[in-house]
């Protein structure tokens, strides 16, 4: 018979771990009123990722890409981070080894404090230029098209992995580590389907780490999860990070 761990007993082992990485996708930002990208009210139900996320796409019709961009920064200018995202920023600066990768590109974690944090997906207030390879920081809303980049003049882009594209060498190095290392991977809100993030659960299941989820439903994850909470991330995340 598998242990039953309680949300005490978890509580109790993140509060006590001395590594902890946590994984986090569109199902946290939920809450800051956020859509995720799957699911009945999800942004890929009404939008085709190939036309709007992809190097293809943007070589055919930049301006198309960057008005979808510009929606999107347009409703997440009006969003702030919600108790799960606070929760975590306070979290990392008592874990000796805390890392925070998330697949979200809203800088919701960022803006609530977290340092620790490899936002593998890239970030929606970033920009990079096509020419020289730039990056900078961005808010401008409704942005200014064409964007053009203050060093040389190219054409800015989104700074976003995009479908077809690697992650960042240094995040994916960083992730690795953490998953490798970790006492506990804690995974919140992801539908687990995009990889690499989907290989993440397992990297660090076999290496012995204590798997828990926090989803508003079970995800292909749900096999090889040590202990599964089902509700929304803002009430489950901070009962379970605070101290008992
Ligand atoms: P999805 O939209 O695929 O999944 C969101 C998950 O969050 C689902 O499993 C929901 O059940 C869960 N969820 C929804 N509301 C929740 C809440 N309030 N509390 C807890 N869980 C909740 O989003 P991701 O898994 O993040 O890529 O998608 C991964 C990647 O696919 C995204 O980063 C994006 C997309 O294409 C890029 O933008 C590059």
Redesign the pocket.
Known sequence: MPTVLSLTDIRDRLNRSKSITVL?????S??SGVP????PE???KNFR?EEL?SPEAFARNPKLVWEWYDWRRNLLSTKSPNP?HITLATFEKHVENFWLIT???DGLHATAGSRKLSEI??NIWKVRCTACGRISQNHDVPIIYPPTCKSCGGLLRPH????GESLAPEDLDASYTALQTCEILLI???????YP?ASFAPIAKNQGALVVE????P?PHSSIIDVSFQ????D?VPLLLSEG
């Open positions: 986090t996708g569109a199902g946290i939920a809450d995720t990208f799957r699911g999800g942004l890929w990722p996320a799960a697949q979200n590109v997906h890239g976003i992995v995009w479908f919140i809100g992801t539908s687990g389907v995009v993030a926090v989803n508003l439903d995800t509700g929304r991330a803002k489950v």
